[in-house]
């Protein structure tokens, strides 16, 4: 049976560029030292140096084998799931540090083969395997699309990342099946497995020390939270065992309201996510609707400064003016000092105002605005509307707008 991951779902919001050049670069290597392709210098070249050979491996031997392949499949697997896994390693990591762990990657499950072998050793795996873990550890939560070839039975199935990664690809395919069906002896396992232990543990640590952005859906967070419920479970059964009913009662109440905390955090998660994703297909409605279901949740919600504006604007354009103040509103409080805070606050201003006849609000807005425009247009702008609120609340006009 053949199960081959193609997609995942997670949204990619910058180019992973560094993963491009990756995937280019082992194409090219590939090229260069194709035997049908490759002058006999070239091939002695990369026999007889740029491999990993194992027994007495040279140090620049642990980066280069990382850019040979064996055969095309080989290297359309290897990159194959670069694509699927690194695009969004790439973007959460960044540009630099993505680089230096897939490098790193691939050093430690070189490693770790010549501790356990003697034999040369080429290949991208190593370095695609810590990608793959790095994944799990980010996007745990994610899912991801699979090929499914078996026979005549061809079909395309959403399964948990967790499972293809940590069922599949690494206990099946990497520990099960060369003990049980005897793997093959040019399959490099060993590597493969040192790639997937610095992969995971190398992206744990990097959350943990916040060398990397955390969020609500994480490895870590989820760990997190299983921890308080065992925590809590324990708390029950102490509850029920001990004789000593008032305090027992007491504790049992603690953890129960602590359980209810971990589930609206899921919740919450849950609804981030779904955001998250409506955005990412332009239904900026069920967005918007989203997010007032997470308010209700949670009133003290505020999402990411791009998804705040996008859902604040469709509520604005929608005519929901009271939605659309409150969205921009916590815009302003949660970003004060974005590029946008002052054209926001104008249009808070001008929202309080025109649709809402909220005047003390108004005011609030438009002052802060006027400090903080430099545009002249935006200012006269501004100007404008505070002095007709300022008229409203029987107050005087502010001084003529300058540049």
């Excluded at 991951?5 to 090219?28: C, D, G, K, S, Y």
């Excluded at 050093?107 to 356990?116: I, N, R, S």
């Excluded at 802060?368 to 006269?380: H, N």
Aim: neutral net charge.
């Amino acid at each position: 049976m053949l199960v081959i991951p193609i997609r995942t779902e997670t949204v990619v919001r910058r180019t992973p560029t560094v993963n491009i050049l990756l995937i280019a670069v082992n194409v090219l290597m590939f090229l260069l030292f194709d035997p049908r392709l490759a002058t006999d210098a070239l091939w002695e070249l990369r026999q007889r140096h740029l491999h990993l050979m194992s027994e007495q491996p040279a140090f620049y031997q642990f980066f280069t084998y990382q850019f040979l392949h064996a055969d095309v499949m080989h290297l359309v697997g290897n990159m194959l799931f670069l694509w699927v896994f690194g695009n969004s390693v790439n973007a959460k990591m960044g540009h630099g540090p993505y680089l230096m762990f897939y490098l790193a990657g691939g050093v430690f499950a070189g490693w770790v083969h010549a501790v356990f072998h003697a034999n040369p050793l080429a290949g991208g795996s190593g370095a695609v395997a810590a990608v793959t873990t790095a994944y799990l550890a980010l996007f745990p939560r994610s899912h991801v699309t699979v090929f499914v070839w078996f026979f005549l039975f061809i079909h395309f199935f959403e399964i948990p990342a967790m499972i293809v990664i940590g069922l599949k690809i690494i206990v099946w395919d990497n520990i099960l099946a060369p003990s049980l069906l005897g793997g093959s002896e040019r399959v490099a396992h060993h590597a493969h497995l040192g790639g997937y232990l610095f992969g995971f543990v190398g992206a744990m640590a990097m959350l943990f020390v916040r060398a990397l952005p955390r969020d609500q859906f994480d490895m870590l967070a989820l760990w997190k939270r299983w921890h308080r419920r065992r925590e809590f479970a324990s708390a029950l059964a102490e509850a029920h065992a001990s004789p000593y009913g008032a305090v027992a009662r007491a504790r049992a109440v603690d953890a129960r309201e602590r359980a209810e905390q971990d589930r609206a955090v899921d919740e919450i998660a849950d609804l981030r996510a779904r955001i998250d994703t409506e955005l990412s297909r332009d239904n900026s409605g069920g967005a918007a609707a989203l997010y007032q279901e997470l308010l209700e949740k949670s009133p003290s919600q505020c999402l990411s400064e791009p998804q705040q504006l996008d859902v604040a604007r469709e509520f604005y354009r929608t005519g929901r003016f009271a939605q659309a103040a409150a969205a921009f509103d916590r815009f302003v409080s949660c970003y004060p000092h974005a590029d946008e805070a002052g054209d926001v606050r104008l249009l808070l201003g001008i929202i309080y105002a025109r649709d809402l006849r909220q005047y003390e609000d108004a005011d609030r807005h438009l002052t802060q605005s006027l400090e903080r425009l430099q545009d002249s247009a935006r200012r006269d702008q501004c100007y404008q509307w505070l002095r007709s609120v300022r008229d409203a609340l029987g107050r005087p006009a502010p001084g003529p707008a300058g540049g």
